[in-house]
């Protein structure tokens, strides 16, 4: 469709979301049974390409090894109430009965204690003894400052995650943030480099921005808005890409990094998926995985306890996100792998992704990146 | 329109729905009463281009031949309630009054009676005596197992049908279905090819597919989504064509098929048409009948009792359609040929699509796939 | 944007309703005093584009005068009641009365009763001394029969109307109608040639089907799908063209006409507008003056006592329209020209176009025509 | 996207509202703090890109000064309650307590109370003396016969504003409106140009009306539909352009008349905006500041109670517009610059257009102008 003009002169391209595109079947199918869900990650195998969102009403200590037996990987908030707290149990009870009225402000007070650095080492020292891959998440304000800990911690898998995170931050020196003082810029270029351990890195929206953070070294860039929660960005600030067109162009910035350095970067879409569905047309846009929250958060053994709520980044001057209160449909177990007795996409992502690959044909999730999309008016179900 | 740019080098082609259409009269109006419904299909002649869709909710054995009457074909499932108990009536009744919490545990249980294969041919033959062509569904996976009772029964027109068919469906020896063992890929082309009364197959919905259904030899390829009760595959999956698209898109696969071998395959459009208005226009995209559903499960006289639910596939790993209550609005009859007292074009749905072809002008089904057609926003309903 | 493919190898053109259009400033803006809304037709000259549509809810022999002496024309219904019934005041009393399930049936039996010629004589006279231009409507299949009549009334302006209208209308000699025998087709272009009163035929939605009417020798076309009330040929029947696009492709059959035969014949939008801004929008899009039906049903003083029904055309396989009941508002006048204290659009059609048209810069309704149109996502109201 | 055909031989563009737009995130971000919000005219500097509309709910001489000292002007309506009472205070508590059935004429009635041009004098010492720059509104129709007492009172910033307003306005001497009698047709041309305050003028919607304006010798060009209450010019009359597009339109003047003559004319973005991403995309799409009515009206220490409704122009033609209750949000300093515990957009609109700016990497208000826009979905919000 190339440029759209808004005025004279002015143009902008058009985007799509997941809720405009259907995926086209192609002439042949498969038996469910057939189809391979398996990613790899410099040198990981994940069953699944699913990773659990990195919020307090997602990821705990104590789901993480179920999440990785399922075949998924459950990434925890290094920056969470479980480094900040020795036993954060009542708290995130306390969260779920607060009034709607004050539960801003007491999210603010809960997450004002500090993060205490030994915690980080713990928490991660009990992911890996349950045997699970031991992902952990931080912002890209606090890296430098939390990096010794979380190497000492035997961190498999490191994913530094922000609202929108670029390659190049703009900051001043001495400017300060809600929990600790001058915070220098970090050059992620020369900060992923150093380490050793897989880092995934986003969310991004955008072609440049994507290829930016593919040059940093990162293994994965994540893809889309950031959460599912209540950080609206588009609705605060306007400022958005619909995930289809995010991933799409993200896919175009694996392909010329592919192209230049022949380093495959993946693509993890993050946030904004509900349903089987949107976990299909995500990777059949061209995502490796997807990042999923408030649909675990939902589950009725989460920590949330049918809650969710983003996690608190270290900038203070942008409006906390509310707490909202997710449907419960099932167990996290029942979310990603069922069974389902359901029929709305919303249980058993993992199977009716496998149902989507079946029915379309493909395989393998490399060759479902090729499956044909056709865009309808949104929200349509295919007639 | 062609290709629309999602993302930077990734594309797609629109799609449209039914319900994004209207018929746009031609100069030339005509008398109702001198529009012609009949079409023929290998030799049989039927007064009106609609098949009852075969759901334990739409047909029995008891209503075919009122169907029939009527001018419309009645398919019966022949792997529904009445070849899997001996008399299905209280299981037709309990299903209406189940609770929607214990609804699909039910369901499954109910569908878990085997299929007495006896059961078919007594079916059929109860069909056959009432006057009416026999009609009756199997699907892919045990059409094989089924056809020697299927052939002694003396069905008049078969009917292989599931969510979404492909002439060549990838499986594995040994792989278990829900009533049976060890089912072996089915090559439909041989398969069709050896029978000597009609098939129709279905059903898909893209070119490819269509073409690749044609090529089996079947009579007529079923386009559409399968079905219009829960079982939402473009919900569940992301998978899916709107019908307009997948109509138009089978239309051309027939014009080719139709130059290549000389054979004129007939396509039905099947599931998601509500209205008089939806009928006509899958027409006029293309079709040469329509298969209805849920607005014969919701007549007054109906063997679901005001319910619809999906056939139950062979496969136990998608998960189950939930049973739907229909909104009752007539008798059968009223619901496909009158009379009518509403304008809502829900009652008297052939009585409607002969207005249609009235005020646009058009005399016979097959002058009618020449009308022209507007694109409107969703839902508009002409001004 | 011409055609768009729906599929492979069927196209269909974008078809834009009014509700999609907004009306664009022009440099210049003027004072609404200084705005003209007269038009001519044929030798009269009426101060306000606006005809009240042929319904008994809409219009009687008693409020044709005052709508005349606003500056429009109300045309009565000469198959309704008042030429059914000597007194239809009780009848329409009971019509405003009847319970939803009843109605149907009821007002099936109402206009059984047949109309008696001579009444339809003094109807017009009544109208005529009143002061009032007199105008009435029949429907194309009982115009010859009614005609000396017609003419023996000494009507100044004939409108011929149903749903659809055209040129050329197939039937077979033998068919039945509801209240006659025996009705021979129509040839209207004969038929009105003959005729020395101004004609308005209609209603047509395409191109073709406007300038063959206009060949016809009528004085003006109506364009739309007929009536606002409960006769949604669209719904029911799938067949329909949205009324912006209607009037456009109408203007260009205008223009040929011109062009070809130098006459200027004048077109009348038809249903389906319900506000000022709608109004001012089928004049920029090409018409000459409005038909109006709902809004003025839907007044206080109106005929329907807050009921509005379709007239029963000469159809009886048609599904008859449903009564339904319209939000009262204001008076007729204050519907047609105020005085208003609402800004919903709703009440001052007339004001609202004066204002459009000074707020848009134009002077005369023939320089409106020339506004520029820009296309806004449905029900968008300029930002 | 260009001309898109509605009918044959009938064009229009396609008109974008804010909210079928989102703004690209660039490549680089950076922190909030080092956004610079500041814009100039000529000689004023002012901290927020934001006036407070001309509305007795949303200004009066006693919150002029906090607004000011906030960063942004606000602009008092000289015709308003302030120059027409005394002491209007039991006035704007009456309005805000009427029942919605009287208020419509008890407004009319209120504001039939004469403007005492003596009272502009001491309302605009008033806002003088509290330190902030006094800015005042009038009508175009008005401000011939207001102009000494303005240009007594020391007015710092002069706005012209009317719900549309051309440059060369068609009117006829003699014409009456609702306070005066006799008003000449005003040629803003030669009137601007006279004065040595700068000048706002509009609102308009298209490239010539904007061009036209700029012609005049204004410093700025109000552009929009005007207000953003009751007064919904595209509803009553048809008429009116989506903001996005009318920015768009109206910078594409600036570049001409920049171009022809060396000066920057100032566009002020005015009415529809309710939400922080509202007024960045307004200002991404080429506004250099914006004028925010409703969300300061909903302040609970705005002047208007809780209420607001739009002023009353010169004509007494045109429908007063309803008085709408606009939902209670938080202090005017809230809604403008926080602090916000919500996170829906509604509160801390400058805070917001700060995160925007910052996280799509922008660091002037001039360069956010050049920001990359994005088509969406009408309402989409970034998936």
């Known amino acids: 469709m190339g440029e759209i003009e808004i005025g004279l002169g002015k143009t902008a391209r058009r985007g799509f979301g997941l809720d ?45 090894g179920a999440i990785d037996e399922m075949g998924g990987v459950a990434v925890l908030d290094l920056e969470g109430l479980w480094t900040r707290y020795e036993d954060p149990t009542a708290v995130l009870a306390e969260i779920a009965e607060l009034d709607d009225d004050v539960v801003a402000s007491r999210l603010q007070e809960i997450y004002k204690q500090p993060v205490d650095p030994d915690l980080i080492v713990s928490r991660v020292h009990a992911i890996r003894e349950s045997g699970a891959v031991a992902a952990g998440s931080v912002t890209p304000h606090r890296i430098e400052e939390l990096l010794p800990k979380v190497l000492e911690s035997e961190l498999d898998l490191l994913v530094i995650r922000s609202t929108v995170v670029s390659a190049e931050h703009v900051t001043k020196a001495g400017s300060k943030d809600s929990d600790t003082n001058q915070v220098e810029p970090l050059n992620l270029k020369t900060f992923i480099r150093q380490l050793d351990i897989p880092v995934l890195v986003g969310s991004c929206t955008s072609y440049q921005a994507a290829l930016h953070l593919m040059r940093t070294g990162a293994a994965g860039v994540l893809v889309g808005v950031g959460t599912s929660t209540g950080a609206t960005t588009a609705d605060t600030f306007g400022v958005g890409v619909p995930l289809a067109t995010a991933i799409a162009d993200a896919r175009a910035a694996r392909m010329r990094h592919l192209d230049e350095t022949g380093v495959y970067v993946h693509l993890i879409a993050d946030g904004g998926m509900d349903t089987g569905g949107d976990v299909a047309k995500a990777l059949a846009c061209g995502a490796d995985a997807v990042m999923i929250g408030s649909p675990l958060a939902g589950a009725t053994d989460a920590p949330g306890h049918g809650c969710h709520w983003a996690p608190v980044g270290a900038r203070a001057d942008v409006p906390h996100s509310a707490r909202i209160r997710v449907p419960l449909r ?54």
Chains 1, 2, 3, 4 share one sequence.
């Open 330 to 383: 099932g167990t996290q177990r029942e979310v990603l792998v069922g069974p389902s007795d359901s029929s709305d996409g919303r249980l058993d992502l993992m199977g009716a992704l496998r149902g989507a690959m079946a029915s379309s044909g493909f395989e393998s999730l490399k060759d479902f990146q090729k499956a044909e999309l056709m865009v309808v008016p949104r929200g349509e179900t295919g007639q």
């Open 20 to 64: 405009e595109l259907t995926i086209v079947p192609s002439r042949r199918t498969r038996d469910a049974e057939l189809v391979d869900l398996s990613w790899e990650l410099q040198g990981f195998r994940f069953e699944l390409p699913v990773l659990a969102a990195p919020c307090d009403s997602v990821v705990s200590p104590n789901n993480a």
